[in-house]
């Protein structure tokens, strides 16, 4: 059972910086992409950044410049460094891991860590 969690959120003020960790169990298999959504009250969820195995980056504009996705095969984590945040950053985030299998890929999503940045 492939099982993912975030840990590191919390209460920020605007302008501090956070550290999301997310971590996969469960698996021998290799971890494709890994990312990190958010989703605000009364919002869609949507893509902050993702990750590629061989460690290719993708951000949502609005976090550009500001955040940094890495990770470590090795421990099957991916962590979100945030830097400069915003109360529009306000959000439960959401860690999610794809992996292949003979029939196809799987995402598996975490239960998410909330991330609140005052004013």
């Known amino acids: 059972q492939v099982q993912v969690v975030e840990s590191g959120g919390g209460l920020v003020q605007a302008g501090g910086s956070l550290r999301l960790s997310c971590v996969a169990s469960?698996?021998?298999?290799?971890?494709?992409?890994m990312g990190w959504y958010r989703q605000a009250p009364g919002k869609a969820r949507e893509l902050v950044a993702t990750?590629?195995?061989?460690?290719?980056?993708n951000y949502t504009d609005s976090v550009k410049g500001r955040f940094t996705i890495s990770r470590d095969n090795a421990k099957n984590t991916v962590y979100l460094q945030m830097n400069s945040l915003k109360p529009e950053d306000t959000a439960v985030y959401y860690c999610?891991?794809?992996?292949?299998?003979?029939?196809?890929?799987?995402?598996?999503w975490g239960q998410g860590t909330q991330v609140t940045v005052s004013s």
């Open positions: 999610n891991a794809i992996i292949f299998y003979n029939w196809g890929p799987a995402r598996y």
């Open positions: 469960g698996t021998t298999r290799s971890i494709s992409d």
């Open positions: 990750i590629t195995s061989g460690g290719s980056t």
